[in-house]
């Protein structure tokens, strides 16, 4: 079984910056494709960022380029997001993800099939 693991939410204030961890446990599970993921109640969930299972690629929103950065750390099977230059819009539910099928930096969701329990983000104005 497939386990993520997130820790590193709660709460900046406005122009602070924020690291998300993702930690990718199970037998014999190789991930390939990883991404972060956030939500706000009553709106879709939206693609953040992602990298590819070898590391080379990486996609991000529009929203954070610039302020956001994805890293993997191969031997922990380990995904970090780095947020710098917070701003309230970054409030959110933030979601790792990881895919045993996608090698590319995907933004679409139905290309993860494993997902973490999530962490709170907020961003004090």
């Known amino acids: 079984q497939v386990q993520l693991v997130e820790s590193g939410g709660g709460l900046v204030q406005a122009g602070g910056s924020l690291s998300l961890s993702c930690a990718a446990a199970?037998?014999?599970?190789?991930?390939?494709?990883m991404g972060w993921f956030r939500q706000i109640p009553g709106k879709e969930r939206e693609p953040v960022a992602a990298i590819s299972w070898h590391g080379s690629n990486t996609y991000y929103a529009d929203s954070v380029k610039g302020r956001f950065t994805i890293s993997r750390d191969f031997d922990k099977n380990t995904v970090v997001l780095q947020m710098t230059s917070s701003t309230p819009e970054d409030t959110a539910f933030y979601y790792c993800a990881t895919s045993t099928s996608t090698l590319n930096a995907s933004a679409k969701s139905p290309d993860y099939n494993y997902w973490g329990q999530g962490s709170q983000v907020t961003v004090s104005s």
């Open positions: 199970g037998r014999s599970f190789t991930p390939l494709a």
